[in-house]
């Protein structure tokens, strides 16, 4: 559906503003028991009326954005008196040549009376129309704070969601160049499957949303890649329970996990194992990894490796504020996570 024109809203705006005039302004015809429909009558309610509705845009279009400000307040309550004073002293004239020219039978009332009459509407529609024009610039102000949060929110994912590519990439890179070392007859599946995930990377993670099979087969992809470099003697357990279908999720959110588990939980020298678990219950999605804690000499690849870490806990704080819980239990021995979302 199309969003209406700014023509199309204005019109909108000014037909509201119109229809609500013409309620207040018949509201004392509605009951005629003090001869409300003489001519004498409507020429005065008329031109207070008038004087009315000009204090109100005056009031609200002009007056509390140049002086309802910080240090102006004074000079703004000042300025309100002085139309308090003036609307008075004009419906005083107006009545004088309304008397004048126009007959009335009901008694008219002293000066005094008609000079401080206007002052009670007139308070009522300075009250209503700044409470209207302070609630619309706090929403205004409301929805450009939302739209700059949001703005940088997009800004800050796009930038973490960036430095998880190439990071990933990186590893990958890394993988089969070790396995081209080797003049091993893996190499070829390791670039197919490269292929699968660098397709993933470049069409699928762009969305904002994922379906859940294709994080899933993006996590496969990649394990099966790491099983091409590493010896038989360490276990891989990739298990799914759940229906998956139909569940969305933010693309590349949990292979940081995966990537860990496999940069530091794999050794050549001694047993080890790692232990992937996805599952879906009640809408929740609740994913564990599990691995050795292998101790390596640290070097700058080993260290970088940490930045992907960084940044998924940061995006889930981002995309998944009081919806996700995340429990990462560090031993001697053991490297486990417990992530679970609701989706």
């Not at 993988?175 to 390791?190: G, Q």
Request: charged share 20%; with cysteine; net charge neutral.
């Amino acid at each position: 559906m199309q969003k209406p024109s700014g023509n199309l809203s204005r019109f909108f705006t000014i037909a509201i503003h119109v229809l609500i005039w013409l309620g207040l302004y018949m509201i004392p015809y509605i009951d005629d028991t003090r001869q409300h429909f003489s001519p004498h009558f409507i020429w005065r309610n008329t031109s207070l009326f008038l004087l009315l509705v000009s204090f109100f845009y005056f009031n609200t279009y002009f007056l509390i954005r140049k002086l309802f400000l910080p240090g102006k307040l004074f000079y703004y309550m000042l300025a309100i008196l002085a139309c308090l004073v003036f609307i008075s002293g004009v419906n005083l004239l107006f009545s004088s040549i309304i008397d004048a020219y126009v007959p009335s039978e009901s008694h008219h009332p002293v000066i005094l009376h008609r000079l401080f009459f206007p002052v009670f509407p007139a308070l009522f529609v300075f009250a209503i129309s700044t409470a209207i024009k302070i609630t619309n610039e706090w929403f205004k102000a409301e929805k450009q704070k939302k739209e700059m949060e949001n703005e940088k929110l997009h800004s800050e994912l796009a930038f973490l969601k960036s430095q998880v590519n190439p990071h990933f990439l990186f590893n990958i890179l890394n993988n089969i160049c070790s396995l081209a070392r080797k003049k091993s007859n893996d190499t070829e599946n390791a670039i197919i499957q490269l292929s699968r995930i660098m397709r993933y990377m470049l069409y699928d993670s762009k969305d904002e949303k994922v379906s859940l099979e294709k994080e899933v087969e993006y996590l496969q992809n990649y394990i099966d890649l790491q099983r091409l470099r590493i010896s038989d003697s360490v276990i891989i357990n990739f298990t799914i329970e759940g229906n998956i279908e139909g569940k969305m999720v933010e693309p590349m959110l949990l292979i940081p996990f995966v990537e860990n588990a496999f940069k530091h939980g794999v050794s050549y020298l001694e047993a080890s194992n790692i232990d992937i678990r996805l599952k879906i219950d009640n809408g929740d999605l609740h994913f564990h990894v599990e691995n050795n804690r292998i101790k390596k000499n640290e070097d700058p690849v080993q260290q970088e490796s940490g930045i992907g870490l960084k940044n998924v806990l940061r995006r889930l704080d981002l995309l998944y504020p009081g919806t996700h819980t995340i429990n990462i239990e560090e031993n001697a021995v053991k490297y486990i996570v417990n992530l679970d979302i609701s989706l």
